[in-house]
């Protein structure tokens, strides 16, 4: 049992003995969510929508992309729900565990008065968040202050 605990350090440990001192690992960077981040930063939406549902077009299995251009959708004037609400189940179709898919799909879900589908992803995020997670505590928030206004 001990030797294979050991082992088990080592080779954790095994790749980054492997590495000079000095050298640093490659990060890579995307630049449409570099972009995309600013805009949305900026609240620019007509430019987020355009720049993201440019990236969609070219790689459509990007579940950012898709939870962004969503996002940015939501936050525009005017906003399209259905396109919304496609955008964000695609986002978690590619990646059941997106975290940021389930925040938006839920307060998406407020926004239309689906207090029971917002509180399913807040009970998703729950499962997938090992630690609190600020995705969880967000929606969490959400739905208390959706459920405190008068009716």
């Known amino acids: 049992m001990k030797a294979s605990i050991l082992l088990f350090a080592a080779l ?9 001192a000095d050298s640093q690992p490659v990060v890579r960077t995307d630049p449409v969510l570099e972009q995309a981040t600013k805009t949305i930063a900026a609240k620019d939406w007509p430019q987020a929508q355009a720049l993201l549902k440019d990236a969609i077009a070219r790689n459509p ?3 950012d ?4 251009y969503a996002y940015s959708v939501r936050k525009g004037a005017n906003p399209d729900m259905s396109l919304v609400f496609q955008h964000y189940n695609e986002a978690l179709r590619l990646d059941p565990r997106h ?3 389930h925040e938006y799909i839920g307060e ?6 689906n207090v029971a589908k917002a509180k399913e992803h807040l009970s998703s995020l729950d499962k997938i968040c090992f630690f609190p997670c600020t995705e969880f505590s967000d929606l969490k928030k959400a ?3 959706y459920e405190a206004k008068p009716k």
């Open 12 to 20: 954790l440990l095994a790749p980054a003995a492997a590495l000079p």
């Open 61 to 63: 299995n990007n579940a």
């Open 65 to 68: 992309y898709h939870n962004l």
């Open 99 to 101: 975290r940021g898919a």
């Open 108 to 113: 998406a879900y407020l926004e239309v008065g």
């Open 143 to 145: 739905i208390s202050e």
